[in-house]
């Protein structure tokens, strides 16, 4: 898609998930089509905002309980980028959830992303020109996430969908993009295995030689003033 082009959906249509798939869920953009699975209005307004579920306020309580799945195509040809992407993730809930909010700044402990003592391990991409990719598997109860083209920004996004009791800054410093494998359990597994691969802290350090440090500052916020399931269609 042309990097200047702003889309929208031409069509989507959202249902709401069946609870039958809990581990089916996922953010797909191919081409023209959109298709996203298994996502609470708060997953929806973190993808779109890039933000932590912390910084969203005043939701109702379905916001996130009840997930959601859509399909849909652009109304621009070609595939968005991440920044496409999200911009027609911020038309859909304007359109179908009728939401509005404003920003405001609060003081909230956060997880400061920062280069680990000896470096980052971080391989350059060999595909600078291409759009960032995302993918995560389970291998057991491990994790395994792979990010082609990264930039850091891109890093902080799918972090914040790592279930962390903080939002997230980036101040690495660092401007390039890369070709990132994370294989991290989550806690509450590792509880069940303890031959699993470490936690998200550990393995980030290991094996990015990124670190997690915590600090507080004012952090934005987007609190909702008005929001309403979307019908199904």
Do not use: C
């Given at each position: ?16 998930h ?10 797909n953009?191919?081409?023209s ?5 298994n996502?609470?209005l ?9 933000i932590?579920?912390?910084q ?5 309580e379905?916001?996130?309980?009840t997930?959601?799945d ?13 920044v496409?992407?999200q911009?027609?993730?911020?038309k ?6 009728g939401?509005?909010f404003h920003r ?19 391989t ?23 990010m ?7 890093f ?22 890369y070709?990132?494998?994370?294989r991290y359990?989550p ?5 069940t ?12 350090q290991?094996?990015?030689?990124l670190?997690?440090?915590p600090v507080?500052g004012?952090?934005?916020?987007l609190?909702?003033?008005r929001?309403e399931?979307?019908s199904?269609?």
């Open positions: 898609m042309a990097a200047d082009a702003h889309p929208s959906f031409a069509v989507a249509t959202i249902k709401l069946d609870p039958n798939y809990p581990r089916r869920q996922g953010w953009f191919i081409g089509r959109v298709k996203i699975d996502q609470t708060t997953s929806l307004m973190m993808y779109a905002f890039s932590d579920p912390h969203v306020v005043d939701a109702p379905w916001a996130s309980k997930a959601f859509v399909e849909g195509v652009t109304d621009t040809p070609g595939e968005p980028n991440r496409q992407q911009e027609m993730i911020q859909l809930l304007a359109d179908r959830f939401l509005k405001e700044q609060r003081p909230l402990n956060v997880y400061a992303i920062q280069v680990a003592k000896g470096g980052p391990k971080l350059p991409t060999a595909h600078p020109q291409r759009q960032s990719t995302q993918r995560g598997r389970y291998e057991g109860a491990t994790l395994v996430l792979t082609g083209s990264a930039t850091m920004s891109d902080v996004l799918d972090m914040q969908f790592a279930g962390l009791d903080r939002p997230l800054i980036d101040r690495t410093g660092l401007k390039g993009q070709d990132i494998t994370l359990t806690e509450e597994s590792r509880n295995d303890p031959n699993a691969a470490p936690g998200i802290f550990t393995a980030i290991e094996q990015l030689g670190k997690l440090q507080k004012p952090v934005d916020v609190v909702i003033d929001v399931r979307p199904e269609n």
